[in-house]
């Protein structure tokens, strides 16, 4: 399940973000939030955005997404936290980056429990998967799916994409990216820009 989780910030003001809720099933991780990798070149730059290294994984990201510094993160043990802007919806799009030291399991296997996990807790649909070709990993897959997510307040639910994108780098490290908010946000534009910058270095 997930939902409106409210932060206060330094200025004691309150931020309304969605909360993901992540698990381990048989050593896998699993989120309920994510966005989709379609290919262009792997490790592409687009013109005129920032890029974000963090643990040996590189990302490159709209001006107007911002990089959550590690003291402000919703998701402690997250490498990376990115917040897109909300452009007037309930629902702010994130994503936010997770590794580990050695692979959990192999990549059909990682499949297999989180489309089990967000089936059972989105009632969502695997509409999509693809296999990635990452610089610096040895395995890749983006899984694609769709939702109606809750929003704040029990306002009317949002049309929602969700991809999670499993990761097995060349040191042996398994990355766990997810990236996700309103359909109408997450622009199919930025989802590529996003992910086809994916790299890791050894």
């Known amino acids: 399940m997930y939902g409106p ?5 330094e200025n004691g003001s309150t931020v ?6 992540r698990g381990r099933t048989a050593g896998a991780r699993v989120a309920v939030l994510g966005l989709l990798l379609v290919g262009c070149t792997q490790g592409a730059v687009p013109e005129g955005w920032a890029t974000l290294d963090a643990n ?9 997404w911002q990089p959550r510094a590690e003291a402000e993160r919703v998701f402690p043990d997250a490498q990376i936290e990115l917040v897109g802007p909300a452009e007037g919806f309930a629902l702010a799009p994130l994503l936010v980056a ?10 059909d296997t990682r499949q297999t429990l989180i489309n089990q996990r967000l089936q059972a807790e989105l009632d969502a649909d695997l509409v999509d998967a693809r296999e990635l070709d990452v610089p610096g990993t040895t395995a890749g897959r983006a899984l694609e799916f769709t939702f109606d997510a809750e929003t704040p307040e029990g306002g009317e639910s949002l049309p929602s994409r969700q991809f999670e994108v499993i990761l097995t780098a060349d040191d042996g490290r398994t990355w766990d990216l997810v990236l996700g908010g309103p359909a109408a946000v997450l622009r199919q534009s930025v989802a590529d820009g996003l992910l086809d910058s994916l790299a890791v270095d050894g």
């Open 98 to 107: 997770y590794a580990e030291e050695g692979a959990l399991t192999d990549v």
């Open 5 to 9: 989780q409210s932060r206060g910030s």
């Open 16 to 21: 309304r973000e969605l909360s993901f809720v």
């Open 56 to 64: 040996g994984l590189r990302i490159a990201h709209p001006e107007d």
